[in-house]
């Protein structure tokens, strides 16, 4: 097994929660239903932007490696629950460039393979250990 990353957050007595991804620093809140103040992403909020993300990343790998001209690339993302967990995520993606029609199946598949999007349909195994 390879290590992908290593992430360290800190919430130091209250919110927000400080994120380190390798030097970068970002905070993120939690739902006021949480205790947060829901004036910054929150975990969810996160973990959308990452799925979508990753397929706008896909995307752009795909049109760089091919040497295709791309004005932008615009994503949503919206997940609907039922109990406690996201049921289903809901991603699109707006390519504005110049993408050859017969080009559009190959990219459309690439896009699909994007690591996280497969690693949530794939249901990675998640583990955690609490120290007091």
Same mark, same amino acid.
């Given at each position: 097994?390879?290590?992908?990353?290593?992430?360290?957050?800190?919430?130091?007595?209250? /919110?927000? &929660?400080?994120?380190?991804?390798?030097?970068?620093?970002?905070?993120?809140?939690?739902?006021?239903?949480?205790?947060?103040?829901?004036?910054?992403?929150?975990?969810?909020?996160?973990?959308?932007?990452?799925?979508?993300?990753?397929?706008?990343? /896909?995307?752009?790998?795909? &049109?760089?490696?091919?040497?295709?001209?791309?004005?932008? &690339?615009?994503?949503?993302?919206?997940?609907?629950?039922?109990?406690?967990?996201?049921?289903?995520?809901?991603?699109?993606?707006?390519?504005?460039?110049?993408?050859?029609?017969?080009?559009?199946?190959?990219?459309?598949?690439?896009?699909?393979?994007?690591?996280?999007?497969?690693?949530?349909?794939?249901?990675?195994?998640?583990?955690?250990?609490?120290? /007091?």
């Amino acid at each position: 097994m390879i290590l992908l990353g290593n992430v360290k957050l800190t919430l130091n007595g209250d /919110y927000p &929660i400080h994120v380190d991804i390798d030097g970068i620093k970002v905070d993120m809140d939690a739902p006021e239903t949480l205790g947060g103040g829901a004036s910054l992403p929150n975990p969810t909020d996160w973990f959308l932007a990452s799925v979508a993300a990753c397929k706008i990343a /896909y995307a752009m790998g795909f &049109i760089k490696r091919r040497g295709l001209t791309v004005n932008s &690339i615009t994503a949503t993302a919206e997940a609907c629950k039922s109990t406690s967990q996201c049921e289903s995520i809901d991603v699109k993606l707006a390519i504005d460039g110049d993408i050859p029609e017969e080009m559009r199946p190959a990219l459309d598949k690439f896009i699909s393979a994007c690591f996280v999007g497969q690693t949530v349909k794939n249901g990675a195994k998640v583990t955690f250990e609490v120290t /007091y």
